[in-house]
């Protein structure tokens, strides 16, 4: 299987060494337990999700950082896994799922102060190659096969928490895999996915019956049936993107390489470009508790949709964006390169 690199990560140089994925790291640190860190706050967050009132927080290592002061202190839960996590989504306040490098998924039932292992890329390729050999697809099989033979190199890079019970991954080389029983057992959605050419998947997004998958080399993937059948889109723009939001019934918006940012009123039938300040990369995107859509700039800028502009959120530029999470009370927790950051705009 040709090699890629991560284009989302290999985006922020200071983060190469550490996201960077290989065979014998992720071998060994899926079942190696995160070290201790001084200082959760100050490491390398990616993705970060509310449990109630908790704050979840992950990243590289295995790192799994709990605030229960809306960011203002942290402290680290144990993990039975040192490989990057990539993201991280609650049902409720205790059920919830983290997923990330290693093709790990690791479940939590008591709002993250512990955490079980669910999947990994072991059994995601013994998964595929059964599914493929099911099936009459010779392709499907021979890319199982090689999954297999790589082995668990592959990263997970985003999820949907339907509900306790059901839960849907999608990560590189198209990873895509479903649970509906709480990742006791799994199923694949490769094939239900248009992805011939397997790249990678980096979003993934749900309103209502409507479904928005994103991924690299402009790959954008929509179902208008609750996720049983998805359907190519077509852009403009032919790079990666790393975000993607429902805005409405109708209206998609996709964003990444470049600060290009692509939005569609008529369910991705059309499209048409909202202008950035400054053209760096959009990493990560979230809604405000009042309904306000923002977005994170490699530039360390974070931009606030008014009408048909992105304007950034007053301040000084902070450090390259990886994740945002709106918190009530207007407070933004901004995770960066360097660590959090709690903004108040």
Known sequence: ???RHLLKLGLMPSLVPSLAWAKPQSADALTRPAQPVRQPARAVL?????AGTRVVAVGERGLVALSDDAGAHWRQAPVPTSV????VRFADARRGFA??????????????ESWTRVLDGHRIATLE???ARAGTDTAALKAAERLQSDGPDKPLLDLLVLDPQRVRVVGAYGLALASDDGGRTWQSWRMRLPNPREAHLYALRRRGDTWLVAGEQGVVLSSNDDGRSFQRLTLPYAGSFFTAELLAAQTLLVAGLRGN???????????SPLPVPVPAGITA?????DGRLLLASQAGLVLVAKGEA???LPGAPLPPLNALLPLEGGRVLALTTQGTRLLTP
């Not at 990616?46 to 509310?50: E, I, N």
């Not at 990057?84 to 993201?87: R, V």
């Open 1 to 3: 299987m040709k090699r």
């Open 46 to 50: 990616l993705g970060a999700s509310t």
């Open 84 to 87: 990057t996590l990539t993201t």
């Open 99 to 112: 997923v990330g490098h290693g093709g790990i998924v690791l479940a939590s039932e008591d709002g993250g």
């Open 129 to 131: 190659v059964e599914t």
């Open 261 to 271: 940012v692509w939005r569609s009123t008529d369910g991705g039938g059309a499209w």
């Open 285 to 289: 995107s979230a809604f405000t508790p």
């Open 310 to 312: 992105l304007a950034p």
